[in-house]
């Protein structure tokens, strides 16, 4: 009687194990670009020099602005005194370019970034005859510059008797076609479609589903809109240019320019500090707004990059 024993199981092989720590890297590292580094330090500084240039102008007396060097302080901090004469210098005139800047932005910039939601929203949600003739037409204003519409909606404005009126900066400002194809963008993949056909069969209708379940979907997206809009109305300068006279309509990129123009003629020269003091204070809203809404135009330009 023979006996079998049983083939012996082969043992399994195992994989080859991957070199991820070659020459000092690891699978849960991100590799380091040296010439990329290079490159992001260059245009950080290049784009911050000019800002430290201002700031530290800005302290500096009328005297120490061609005494010392540009980008070092001297002995006498007369930020708050600038401050002062800025804000009082010709009747206040400062604090009323200011306050015209800020009609452009709320009322130009906020009724461009609410006409871009609701055009967008339209546009993305609803079907309708002529919709790829919309889609070209939003293309093509998107790549027409500004400059370029200037002058025929200066003559436009001319005939309707809108010019040297807020009007005249307020109505151009209304058209953002970049946010309306942005917002087109954003809330064709933001709000499912489902979500909206379950909203109608409960009975919701179209203005209900809207302000109640799609605005707070578009919040990013509002925002991102929003940003983009203010920071063009806010250095908007050829158009209030051509279409401004009456300095007391001017905003600040008007008011400023008009004082440096000043402040190189002969003897002008005493308000040099004046336009430094005003360049800074005129750039603090546009940082505030970028800090404070950061995070939300973060996530709004990361929306839609990837897909479940």
Do not use: H
């Amino acid at each position: 009687m023979t006996t079998t024993t049983a083939p012996t199981p082969a043992r399994p092989r195992t994989a080859p194990r991957l070199r991820t720590a070659r020459r000092g890297y690891s699978s849960d590292r991100p590799r380091r670009s040296v010439l990329l580094t290079v490159l992001t330090a260059v245009v950080g500084l290049y784009s911050l020099v000019p800002l430290a240039w201002l700031v530290i102008n800005a302290t500096k007396t009328q005297a120490d602005l061609f005494d010392s060097f540009g980008l070092w302080f001297s002995g006498d901090f007369a930020l708050f005194g600038n401050i002062a004469d800025t804000l009082t210098y010709d009747d206040g005139i400062f604090v009323r370019w200011l306050g015209n800047t800020l009609l452009y932005v709320v009322v130009g910039a906020g009724g461009a970034t609410a006409l871009a939601v609701l055009g967008g929203y339209g546009l993305a949600k609803f079907s309708f005859p002529g919709k790829r003739a919309v889609f070209a037409t939003v293309i093509g204003a998107v790549a027409v510059p500004g400059t370029a519409l200037a002058v025929p909606t200066f003559l436009m404005f001319s005939q309707m008797g809108l010019t040297n009126t807020p009007w005249s900066v307020i109505i151009p400002s209304l058209i953002s076609p970049f946010g309306l194809y942005l917002m087109w963008t954003f809330a064709a993949d933001a709000i499912p479609t489902e979500l909206l056909e379950a909203a109608r069969m409960d009975g919701a209708g179209e203005l209900r589903t809207f302000a109640r379940i799609c605005l707070p979907l578009l919040g990013p997206g509002i925002v991102t809109v929003l940003l983009f809009t203010m920071v063009a109305t806010w250095n908007n300068y050829f158009l209030p240019l051509i279409m401004l006279k009456d300095p007391a309509w001017y905003p600040l990129t008007l008011g400023l320019n008009a004082w440096n123009a000043q402040a190189a003629t002969a003897g002008g020269e005493a308000i040099f500090n004046l336009v430094i003091t005003g360049a800074v204070l005129t750039i603090l809203p546009l940082i505030a707004a970028f800090l404070l809404l950061q995070r939300f135009w973060q996530s709004g330009l990361a929306a839609g990059s990837v897909k479940e």
